[in-house]
């Protein structure tokens, strides 16, 4: 944000701290966001800008609305009368923005955009939005123009809503996993008349924010009928994810689909077998999934159930001990999600039934090479990605023995966790392998704790991870040396994985 100027710096960290932005949990500097421009930064950001015009000033607030912004953009604003050719001159010559060797045009300085952006007034930005958005839309033939860049501008300009343009912004905004910004786009979309598309978008967005009642409002007036086949945003699959993960009903998720699959026919059936036997995945009937992937043309699944059935077989195979076939269709699932928009995110889903099977047949190398695989890909992304990576991760390290690297990291993952509350159940499925961790190294007073937490967050649909749950519940009380309970819930453990 300083760009290393030390001047910069000082004044920013003196202003976030006083203003309770920058704080210290655990150990680790936060900057919880919501920066303001304090009046003696946005005083030195001014003296560096230096004494410049009003059609200079207006160069650098279009490239701060815009950036990155085609320099041939700025050259359509010109030609249309919209900017000073000379202004945009001088804006470069003093480094008041810069051109990348791509032809990209940003800002000099971060602060001089923010600074210039903080004192217009929402009328001006909104009329520059609109400049800027209408010149992307005219050469959008000849300009590669971001959907979501382009789509946020539209939206908060004084331009009318445009259906199209708003729906391929939501779209690329669910790709990249910005859930926030997808219902908000999503929603847009729908009111300016985007249709059944639209509506459900904002669905899938709802139910990964974990706002799952107003996910299936949604849902419940969608009208199924002579829907054309969209694969995973079908209505029946986006309710029974719904069902399934965040209102924690797997009975009602699972009639979902079995009375969809009395009418279905083509595709549409083989996508919801492919999505029944996920849901066998999480009943824990790996022989279940087996049968029903023999009958599933995976030719013709939507590719984000493509990637489902492949985890489903990886799983199947991992826990009926043929880890060598769990592997192979998690290599096919790895080259299958690599072709998808959500592909970090649907990798770590992958990835942590590889892990699992892997490390269940004993193949602790194999565990580790998957993990530090996602770990890698996932290290520049955000939010639910970086967290299942991180704890991806911290379960192959426990997994391998290394206790104590492996709960340090899955401290750090539950910690990033807690902003998400508990959606899909990760807190549950990981605070299992963190507990049995933490008695393993004698933290006795923590596994308790940690035991209490996670069997507060005990979640219904996740079946298959009840003998973990029970082994992890059987450290704890060994470690507290309560060894008959220890016994006897081992041996319930036990019993529930051979039936």
């Known amino acids: 944000r300083t760009r290393g100027n030390a001047l910069f710096l000082r004044h920013l960290v003196d202003q976030e701290l006083q203003a309770g932005q920058l704080v210290q949990r655990s150990g680790r500097w936060e900057d919880l966001g919501h920066n303001t421009i304090s009046p003696s930064l946005r005083d030195l950001v001014r003296l560096q800008v230096g004494a410049v015009t009003a059609p200079v000033l207006d160069v650098v607030d279009i490239v701060a609305v815009g950036e990155p912004l085609d320099r041939r953009c700025l050259a359509e604003l010109v030609d249309l009368g919209e900017l000073d050719i000379g202004a945009l001159g001088v804006a470069e010559q003093r480094g008041l923005i810069a051109t990348s060797p791509a032809g990209l045009v940003r800002v000099g300085h971060p602060l001089y955009g923010e600074v210039r952006l903080a004192e217009c007034g929402p009328i001006r930005l909104r009329g520059l939005r609109a400049r800027v958005a209408t010149v992307q839309a005219r050469l959008r033939d000849v300009v590669a123009v971001d959907p979501l860049r382009h789509g946020l501008l539209w939206l908060e300009s004084d331009l009318a809503d445009d259906p199209t343009v708003l729906l391929a912004a939501a779209h690329a905004a669910q790709d990249r996993l910005d859930c926030v910004l997808a219902q908000r786009l999503f929603e847009a979309a729908a009111e300016a008349g985007a249709g059944i598309a639209a509506h459900l978008g904002q669905a899938y967005a709802l139910l990964l924010l974990n706002r799952a009642d107003e996910a299936q409002h949604i849902l419940d007036t969608v ?28 009975e009602e998720s699972e009639r979902v689909i079995d009375e969809a699959l009395r009418t279905s026919t083509g595709r549409n059936t083989q996508n919801l077998k492919a999505f029944k036997a996920f ?61 998808t928009p959500e592909d970090s995110f649907q990798g770590t889903g992958l990835a942590e039934i590889h892990v699992f099977a892997m490390l269940a047949a004993g193949h602790v190398e194999q565990a580790l090479v998957a993990a530090h695989t996602i770990a890698a890909k996932c290290s520049t992304q955000s939010g639910i990605t970086a967290s299942m990576a991180a704890a991806i991760m911290g379960m192959a390290l426990i997994g391998s023995g290394d206790l104590s690297n492996g709960v340090d990291v899955l401290r750090n993952a539950d910690r990033q966790f807690e902003s998400y509350g508990e959606i ?56 507290d040396a309560r060894l008959d309970e220890a016994r006897e819930l081992c041996r319930r453990a036990a019993e529930f994985a051979r039936e």
């Open 424 to 479: 899909a159940g990760f807190y549950y499925r990981f605070r299992i392998v963190y507990t049995e961790a933490l008695a393993r190294i004698g933290d006795v007073d923590g596994a308790k704790a940690q035991l209490a937490a996670t069997r507060a967050s005990h979640h219904p649909s996740y079946v298959f991870m009840e003998p973990a749950y029970l082994l992890c519940a059987a450290w704890v009380t060994a470690a």
């Open 223 to 250: 009208d199924a009928d002579d829907l054309p086949d969209l694969g995973f945003m079908s209505p029946e699959i986006l309710k029974a994810s719904n069902l399934m993960w965040s209102l924690r009903r797997p």
């Open 279 to 339: 849901q066998h995945i999480m009943a824990g009937r790996p022989a279940a999934i087996a049968a029903l992937l023999d009958t599933v043309d995976f030719d013709a699944l939507d590719p984000r159930i493509h990637i489902l059935g492949q985890c489903a077989w990886t799983f199947a195979h991992g826990e009926s001990g043929r880890p060598a076939a769990a592997a192979r269709w998690a290599e096919d699932g790895y080259r299958a999600v690599a072709r």
